[in-house]
């Protein structure tokens, strides 16, 4: 189900949040306004929000603001804040192709997130904490696919983007389609199911 967290207190990183007002583009102004009437981030007197980018700031307030938007604005907006986590968020090292990137998604996701105060995920001992569902990774044998399903809280059009945008940056062809056959948490369902070929 879209927009709802699965537990109590997870934050996100300020380098995420700014995802959105990078997704309005031109319209930074009304992207800023989203997250203000979300408690995320403070006014400046140009109107923008600002925020600390590698600050902190509750999920539940992140995912409030992506349920406006997404109501108000529609699909598209939320897609192009997705396509434009990847250009902020912080990414682990060792992705060189679509496979990499796509697995790395689940632990850049979790590497954004805390829980009671500490990363999603360590990086030195490789250990994801759960919370926050996860983008998931099947290659297809044989064939230039693979298949994610995504189990996250997120709205589906916004995980869309960001697939989008980690599988293109690799693979300047590639293409992301929604599962319309499985499950839709749209429609109520718990994860979502996207083919990428290229």
């Not at 001992?125 to 693979?146: A, C, L």
Request: aromatic share 8%.
């Amino acid at each position: 189900m879209q927009f709802v967290p699965f537990e109590d207190g997870i934050e996100v990183k300020g380098q995420t949040v700014k995802a959105v007002v990078d997704g309005f583009n031109t319209f930074v102004v009304l992207g800023s306004a989203y997250l203000l009437d979300e408690g995320i981030g403070t006014p400046a007197r140009n109107g923008l929000v600002n925020l600390e980018l590698e600050g902190w700031y509750p999920q539940k307030s992140w995912l409030l603001c992506l349920q406006q938007i997404g109501k108000q604005l529609g699909d598209g907006l939320l897609m192009q804040s997705g396509m434009a986590v990847p250009r902020n968020v912080a990414l682990p090292e060792g992705i060189h192709d679509i496979h990499s990137a796509i697995k790395a998604v689940d632990v850049s996701y979790h590497l954004n997130h805390r829980k009671n105060g500490r990363p999603m995920f360590d990086l030195e001992t490789g250990r994801m904490q759960e919370g926050i569902g996860h983008y998931g990774y099947e290659p297809v044998p044989g064939q230039r696919k693979i298949i994610c399903l995504c189990e996250t809280p997120h709205p589906c059009a916004f995980d869309h983007g960001v697939l989008t945008a980690m599988a293109q940056r690799y693979e300047v062809h590639a293409r992301v389609v929604h599962d319309e056959k499985q499950p839709c948490r749209k429609r109520r369902g718990d994860r979502c199911t996207y083919v990428i070929t290229w």
